[in-house]
């Protein structure tokens, strides 16, 4: 007989906020706007536009661009980033991958890393033409599979000047390694059934409940995106959705390379951030050894790799203010 698991009740779960975990953290030194621009494609890619109370428009800032972890959208992670850097004095903008959150792309929560390349692109584009921002002090930060995301973007765009990255997966590596012959073989054959008016098929993403044979990271995943730690569904999306790229696309990542090249980057600083205790470590030791120079790695003691999402008490924001600082003068 099979054993029976118990499941987690979703209602009765008490979320970790430790270390001052704060997704949805506001200030009140920081004006924050909504805005949408075009990328390459003439797709509008939504945004949040962050700056000081009391910036001097008349003069030129630098800027930061924040991308949100692969699956997220720009509130769970990003807008926190977005919202301290800019207490610290930055320009800051959070964005939307296409296909996610309040950009545009249908199908819903598509792959596309070629795209999501650009979209760091178009918002250059946009910062670069305000007439408060300097347009050659413009960094970026990636968060999770925005890590290599970046990285991609940065390879054929100069106009990145400086480039981080926190709790960084190489989506084309962690793609390769866990999808198999039967999963392409699965996402070849839904294409069909897509092409003829189908359904469109869901998969990976964050588990939707736990039992004692959930393994650590999904544990970690879940305590953000499935409570109201970090829960949240874009207008339009729902629940089921969130962090589910579509099964036909998903392949997609198998082709995806972005520490090839990756030395190119240089002059350019990088920065690498990672937990101690992340099971995603290795991906930004490995850029971190294929980069060129400048560059660093910094390891956040204690840390997993959800913690640097939100964990306010974790999360190096003094080392990110003193790396743009130096870099964007």
């Not at 995806?256 to 920065?271: A, C, G, K, Q, V």
Request: charged fraction near 25%; proline fraction near 5%.
């Amino acid at each position: 007989m099979k054993k029976s698991m118990s499941k987690t009740n979703k209602s009765s779960y008490t979320p970790d906020m430790s270390n001052g975990a704060n997704n949805f953290y506001q200030s009140e030194m920081v004006t924050q706007q909504k805005i949408t621009f075009k990328n390459q494609y003439s797709m509008n890619v939504a945004g949040n536009l962050f700056f000081p109370k009391g910036l001097d428009l008349n003069n030129k800032n630098s800027a930061i661009i924040v991308g949100h972890p692969m699956g997220a959208v720009k509130e769970q992670g990003a807008n926190l980033y977005a919202t301290k850097m800019a207490e610290r004095g930055f320009v800051t903008l959070s964005i939307d991958l296409s296909f996610w959150g309040e950009s545009e792309g249908s199908p819903r929560n598509a792959v596309s890393p070629d795209l999501y390349a650009e979209d760091f692109s178009a918002a250059v584009d946009f910062l670069g033409t305000q007439g408060f921002v300097d347009r050659e002090r413009i960094g970026v930060i990636g968060l999770c599979g925005s890590g290599s995301f970046v990285i991609s973007a940065a390879k054929i765009d100069p106009r990145l000047k400086v480039i981080a990255t926190v709790s960084m997966v190489d989506m084309g590596t962690a793609s390769r390694s866990w999808q198999r012959k039967e999963t392409l073989d699965e996402a070849a054959e839904q294409r069909y059934v897509e092409f003829t008016g189908g359904e469109t098929k869901y998969t990976g993403g964050t588990v939707h409940e736990i039992d004692e044979n959930t393994p650590a990271m999904q544990r970690e995943f879940y305590d953000f995106y499935r409570t109201p730690r970090g829960e949240f569904t874009p207008k339009g999306s729902s629940p089921e959705l969130t962090t589910h790229p579509t099964l036909t696309s998903n392949v997609k990542f198998m082709n995806f390379y972005p520490y090839s090249d990756i030395e190119t980057i240089s002059p350019r600083p990088m920065l690498f951030i990672a937990g101690e205790n992340a099971a995603s470590r290795g991906f930004s030791e490995e850029a971190y050894r294929l980069a060129g120079e400048a560059k660093e790695l910094y390891i956040v003691p204690g840390a997993g790799h959800v913690d640097l999402y939100d964990r306010v008490n974790l999360i190096p924001f003094d080392k990110l203010e003193s790396f743009f600082n130096e870099n964007l003068e």
